[in-house]
């Protein structure tokens, strides 16, 4: 059983930082990424290797991913209110072998976190 458990969202000021969490239980996966809504944030491979980012969150949100725990990050910095929105992390299908922008390829999803930025 494959599940996914966010944690980490709140409320904060413009230029504060958040560090979001998603728990991946059941097994590994190739690929892992974050969304807010269904517009992709960032993505990495299961060793961390391969990220991707949106331009829009490039140079201020680093994904990253601890192998013993199975755990997802996105260290969220310098946030703008442009960035509030519900935060889902997501694994990639078995099938596909690396990470991708496209909400259709990721299986698994976690149930959200709102992350709100005030000016």
């Known amino acids: 059983q494959v599940q996914l458990v966010e944690s980490g969202g709140g409320s904060v000021q413009a230029g504060d930082s958040l560090r979001l969490s998603c728990a991946v239980s059941?097994?590994?996966?190739?690929?892992y990424a974050w969304f807010r809504q269904r517009e992709f944030v960032a993505s990495t491979s299961w060793g961390g290797?391969?990220?991707d980012y949106a331009d829009s969150v490039k140079g201020r949100f680093t994904i990253s991913r601890d192998n013993a725990s199975n755990t997802l990050y996105l260290q969220m910095n310098s946030l703008k209110p442009e960035d509030t929105a519900v935060y889902y992390c997501?694994?990639?299908?078995?099938?596909?072998?690396?990470?991708?922008?496209?909400?259709?390829?990721?299986?698994?999803w976690g149930q959200g976190t709102q992350v709100t930025v005030s000016s």
């Open positions: 290797a391969s990220t």
């Open positions: 059941g097994r590994s996966f190739n690929a």
């Open positions: 997501a694994v990639v299908r078995s099938a596909l072998a690396y990470p991708s922008r496209r909400p259709d390829d990721y299986a698994y």
